[in-house]
């Protein structure tokens, strides 16, 4: 069975950083492609990011171009969502996903308030 | 950007009635249209891949057709567990991009 399980999400203010992580377990970690999907609060699903399994192939939300990156650690089975410059509207709850879009985790969430 | 416009955005039915969801996208797909789920406080589901396959475990009770820009999802006969929010997605291009979502509530 495919498991991921997100970390990382909390309270921080504007202009803050983040480090979120996905564990992924269940599927050949290197050969999975992975996104980062957000919720906000009572709102529709945005895709945020994507990775391939080699991790040398990005895409970005034109809305957080340049202050996201995703990123991998395929030793560690680990995906990563490295939030900087935060603003009120990346307030969310931030799910990863697999290259299948079968498996999601249960979500992180992110909270962007002075 | 590929935008997704659901309609309609509330259905209200009954249990056993049959629900009809549209999907319309501003440019033509190739196939890469998906219908999720979502209920209160869990994570989406995935019912139907490539615009009419249904992915595992999915219920025969939910069928996805259409194709260039406007697809379909049916829910023949709904039951209790089925009022929630249904989503579509296109992973033609990117940026990935998600309809509004059509909520299909109790009548």
């Known amino acids: 069975e495919v498991q991921l399980v997100e970390s990382g999400g909390g309270l921080v203010q504007p202009g803050g950083s983040l480090r979120l992580s996905c564990a992924v377990s269940g599927l050949t970690f290197s050969l999975a492609d992975l996104s980062w999907v957000r919720q906000a609060p009572g709102k529709g699903l945005e895709w945020v990011a994507a990775i391939n399994g080699g991790g040398d192939e990005t895409h970005y939300q034109d809305s957080v171009k340049g202050r996201f990156t995703i990123s991998r650690d395929n030793s560690k089975n680990t995906l990563y969502l490295q939030l900087k410059s935060l603003r009120d509207e990346d307030s969310a709850l931030y799910y990863c996903a697999t290259h299948t879009w079968a498996s999601w985790g249960r979500g992180t969430l992110v909270t962007v308030s002075s | 950007e590929i935008v997704l416009t659901q309609s309609p955005a509330t259905l209200s039915l009954s249990p056993g009635e049959r629900a009809t969801l549209s999907c319309r996208a501003s440019q033509s797909l190739t196939r890469y249209l998906a219908w999720y789920q979502q209920r209160p406080g869990q994570a989406p589901r995935l019912l139907i891949d490539?615009?009419?396959n249904r992915a595992a475990g999915i219920p025969a009770r939910f069928s996805g057709s259409g194709s260039g820009t406007d697809f379909t999802l049916t829910i023949s006969g709904l039951e209790p567990a089925d009022f929630a929010v249904y989503y579509c997605?296109?992973?033609?291009?990117?940026?990935?991009?998600f309809g509004g979502g059509t909520k299909v509530e109790i009548k």
């Open positions: 997605q296109q992973r033609d291009s990117w940026p990935l991009t």
């Open positions: 490539d615009a009419s």
